[in-house]
Nanobody, 124 residues
Framework: VQLQAYGGGLVQAGGFLRLSCAAS????????LAWFRQAPGKEREVVAA????????AYADSVKGRFTISRDSAKKTMYLQMNSLNPEDTSVYYC??????????????????WGQGTLVTVSS
């Protein structure tokens, strides 16, 4: 399984960005995919997760109501729409995958596949 994240950039506070994660090399039917982020000097934390075949969407409390995770099965691409961005959202964002949904979706070590990061910088 290969994951490639892109779409990061510099945005002003209050603005928006959409990240994409192109997936390949797997069937993805029962996969769990997630977005994590890691700011300098901080641990990697989950942002949001979904089950590829639908029915499960989960968000970290810090992004609920502002971020939306989604996927396009035909394009094998996962998205993270980020609205109302603030400087605390500045991080390198990573997409990750595992072959089944887990109740431990918040835990980075539960994921087997990772894409490279894409940097999101929110200026005040």
């Amino acid at each position: 399984v290969q994951l490639q994240a892109y779409g990061g950039g510099l945005v002003q506070a209050g603005g928006f960005l959409r990240l994409s994660c192109a997936a390949s090399g797997g069937t993805f039917s029962n996969y769990a995919l997630a977005w994590f982020r890691q700011a300098p000097g901080k641990e990697r934390e989950v942002v949001a997760a979904l089950r590829w075949n639908g029915g499960r969407y989960a968000y970290a409390d810090s992004v609920k109501g502002r971020f939306t995770i989604s996927r396009d099965s035909a394009k094998k691409t996962m998205y993270l729409q980020m609205n109302s961005l603030n400087p605390e959202d500045t991080s390198v964002y990573y997409c990750a995958a595992r072959i089944t949904w887990t109740t431990n979706w918040r835990t980075a070590s539960e994921y087997d596949y990772w894409g490279q990061g894409t940097l999101v910088t929110v200026s005040s």
